[in-house]
């Protein structure tokens, strides 16, 4: 009994997690958000990322758990969902494909963000949408509908703590690439830190691109079924 009750939580929160790291991104997220607080102290860095890993840590949890109920009391489908997240994800990464590249010796620092308000920028933009944003939601709630009240107690309590296990692995993860990216700069170098800048910004077009067509899929599917 206790062994097939290890098998299934091992099973939900590798589910969970698989579906949400992708989309995450935690060391692409990391070097984005290393860009733009390039001018800061490690320690400022270190603080904001306990912020983002605590905000995406709740964001994580109440998509899944109580988002498809939030979207039914707004009359809002899943597949507008995904359409509405992949429009925010993708133009988001065309903005950042489109940024030029910028020497930091030449910037003033009046014109950077004060430390104060970049933690007040923790949640938006560096949590919603650079790293839990509207497509890692749409998954969460797509995963949360699977979990319904018609289920056995257990399972219902053997899905929420693995869900909740994945998703405080993935918080860490997201702690650590956020809080060390500027190791990563270090290893990477400039012109490789700019590389894989470009690459996380294409690969995050690429899945919002992924979730607008999934989206529009199932409105397809929709009208024909009607």
Same mark, same amino acid.
């Given at each position: ?11 939900? #929160?590798?589910?969970? *997690? ?10 692409? @997220?990391?070097? $984005?958000? /290393? ?31 109580v988002g498809s109920y939030v979207l039914e009391f707004f009359g809002i489908s899943v597949p507008a969902l ?39 920028? #923790?949640?938006?933009? *560096? ?10 939601? @749409?998954?969460? $709630?797509? /995963? ?16 929420d703590l693995a869900a909740l296990l994945a998703n405080a692995v993935l918080a860490l993860l997201i702690y ?51």
């Open positions: 009994m206790a062994s097939a009750f290890a098998v299934g939580f091992g099973s939900i #929160a590798v589910l969970v *997690f698989a579906a949400a790291f992708p989309i995450v991104n935690p060391a692409g @997220s990391a070097l $984005i958000f /290393l860009e733009i607080t390039r001018n800061f102290s490690h320690d400022v860095r270190e603080r904001l990322a306990r912020q983002i890993a605590f905000y995406s840590f709740l964001i994580l949890n109440g998509s899944l758990l995904r359409v509405a997240g992949g429009i925010v994800v993708a133009a988001a990464a065309w903005r950042l494909l489109q940024q030029g590249e910028t020497d930091p010796a030449k910037e003033k620092a009046s014109q950077m963000p004060s430390p104060e308000r970049l933690s007040g920028m #923790a949640f938006y933009p *560096f949590t919603m949408p650079l790293t839990t944003g509207p497509g890692t939601i @749409s998954v969460m $709630i797509a /995963l949360g509908t699977g979990r319904t009240s018609h289920d056995p107690l257990q399972h219902r309590i053997e899905f650590l690439c956020f809080a060390y990216a500027d190791r990563i700069r270090h290893v990477l170098g400039n012109t490789g830190t700019s590389i894989a800048l470009r690459l996380s910004a294409f690969i995050l077009l690429c899945i919002g691109v992924q979730i607008l067509g999934s989206g529009f899929g199932e409105f397809l599917g929709n009208l024909k079924l009607h």
